[in-house]
């Protein structure tokens, strides 16, 4: 814990860790040159089984084949996105990308059409590497048939095929890559209601999960199961490269099944694990049913959304280790804040941690961009190595969210205790985060907006004691509305995911004096059982 005491909210600099000028692919260099022979990487197929196993000698070895191929393909600094759900291919890609200089860009496997053809679009991508179906998606079909159109696509490889380490007309050479060169962009949602692609640099995501996992305790000794999507920077950051800061030993769930991931927890003696809430509730729950040997856990990681004092309590009774959690978000590689393992109860429920090492945290106002005393609420900044390089293709947005004095503007409302404890209160934007996962209402709102017989609708964030949220749709239509008819327009235009739960038509909107929806109003009057679902 820092010992802090603070009278405006603004924490400087920790140097508890330094920040290091390293590559991703320099310090998977570096680890396998100093433990050569440890396990790195252990498969867990979609059906529980153990597969594969890399040392981390053997998975340099096979990362190096693969980048010289994909560098006899791709120039460095080019746009590769990889739609795919966890594979251990997943985790050769990451660093083989590193390694080659190339820019990995990840894509969510139950992405539908549009929304994949955005993210090539947009990020001007030249390769799309898939699977051909992941949980009943066509994603070989649809791959093939959203890159056809796509000019800059010039290859579509499937990940599990040998097509993969195809030679290409370039001569084979892996270039000198800086650690302040971007190596991946992720997409976010925006105002506009169109993701932005967060443009994240080697220096930003090897510290963030270095911070990170110093902060867990990872050692050298540690067994770390990753069930974490690795789409996101919680998979293929925090603790993919988490493990990798201290050389330890990743066990890597394709597909998230309580069962499975309890057994795997138990077989392989793990150290410690990263959830959402969502996830760990439902590990407790088939823990509850039929326990396993736990003993080995030490750490349950949990970031997404405030937590309850009681499912601390479970987590301690039923698997007998702490309790820990995190706020960040995917500009800032994603870490922000994190709890020490010495904290409270009160502290892990009710604060959201310290900062992590080298990252200055102010709550500013939102009215002149100045800290606030500690206790009020403002914006939460955040300012250090790991913030991202910008947004692509999109220097208003950047500048927006990144201002001239390096502060990175995260949109979320807190306040700030006299020990640099932070708490999340609220949202200066709309984001809504159904089981750790964020959701822009706009995106959403616009994708209704092309359905006949939709005037106007607000998507709102709703309480749900399971899920933290989950996804309210009030809809004003030209006559009645059809509840499969909205439900299945949305499925096959956007992920599963972003398919509103819960279903409500109005009659009028609750409107400012300047006529903008008052979407806190619409969930009041929800909460208070005045509306009615579909």
């Not at 022979?37 to 000698?57: F, H, K, M, P």
């Not at 890609?93 to 929304?115: D, H, I, K, W």
């Amino acid at each position: 814990m820092y010992d802090l005491t603070l009278s405006v909210s603004h924490v400087p600099a920790q140097s508890d860790l330094d920040t290091r000028e390293i590559t991703i692919g320099a310090l998977l260099r570096e680890v396998a040159a100093g433990r050569p022979d440890a396990q790195a990487l252990v498969e867990v197929r979609q059906d529980g089984s153990t597969g594969r196993r890399w040392t981390y000698a053997e998975l340099l070895s096979d990362a190096e084949r693969l980048a010289l191929a994909l560098s006899t393909r791709f120039a460095p600094g080019e746009r590769v996105v990889i739609w795919s759900p966890n594979s251990p291919e997943w985790v050769l890609m990451e660093y083989a990308c590193a390694l080659s200089g190339l820019v990995l860009v990840t894509a969510n496997p139950a992405f539908q059409a549009r929304e994949l053809a955005y993210v090539l679009e947009q990020s001007d991508a030249v390769v799309l590497f898939i699977v051909e179906e992941f949980r009943g998606n066509p994603m070989g079909r649809i791959g093939a048939e959203v890159a056809a159109n796509i000019p800059s696509v010039r290859e579509v490889t499937d990940m599990e095929s040998v097509e993969l380490y195809t030679q290409g007309s370039r001569p084979p050479a892996l270039p000198e890559v800086a650690s302040g060169d971007a190596a991946m962009i992720q997409y976010t949602s925006g105002t506009t209601g169109f993701p932005k692609g967060a443009v994240l640099s080697h220096r930003g995501l090897v510290n963030n999960a270095r911070f990170y996992a110093g902060r867990c305790g990872v050692t050298e000794a540690t067994t770390w199961v990753n069930i974490m999507p690795m789409f996101h920077t919680s998979g293929c950051g925090m603790v993919t490269l988490g493990c990798l800061q201290a050389g330890c030993r990743m066990v890597l769930v394709s597909l998230f099944d309580p069962d499975v991931v309890l057994n795997q927890l138990e077989a392989s003696s793990a150290d410690i694990i990263l959830g959402v809430p969502t996830m760990v509730v439902a590990l407790l729950d088939t823990q509850e049913g039929r326990p396993r040997d736990l003993a080995a856990l030490k750490l349950v990681s949990c970031g997404g959304s405030m937590v309850a004092p009681e499912l601390v309590r479970r987590v301690q009774t039923l698997m007998g280790a702490g309790f820990s959690t995190l706020y960040g978000q995917t500009e800032h590689c994603p870490v922000i804040t994190q709890h020490h393992l010495s904290d409270s109860i009160d502290d892990i429920c009710n604060t959201a941690g310290q900062p992590v090492a080298q990252t200055e945290v102010s709550i500013r106002s939102v009215d002149d961009n100045s800290a606030v005393a500690v206790g009020k609420v403002g914006e939460i900044c955040a300012r250090g190595p790991c913030v991202m390089l910008e947004y692509n293709d999109n220097p208003k947005a950047t500048s927006e969210t990144v201002d001239e004095g390096g502060w990175l503007h995260t949109g979320d409302l807190g306040r700030m205790d006299a020990r640099g404890y932070v708490t999340v209160t609220g949202r200066v934007r709309e984001m809504i985060i159904r089981g750790g996962e964020n959701h822009f209402p706009a995106e959403i709102e616009n994708c209704l907006l092309e359905l006949a017989g939709v005037a106007e609708v607000a998507v709102v964030g709703l309480p749900d004691p399971k899920w933290g949220e989950v996804i309210g749709a009030f809809i004003r239509g030209t006559g009645p509305l059809d509840r499969s008819a909205l439900h299945a327009h949305c499925r096959a235009n956007m992920s599963p995911q972003k398919t509103p739960n819960v279903w409500v038509q109005v009659e009028d909107f609750p409107l400012t004096g300047s006529g903008k929806i008052q979407k806190f109003v619409l969930r009041d009057r929800f909460v208070a059982g005045e509306y009615s679902e579909l």
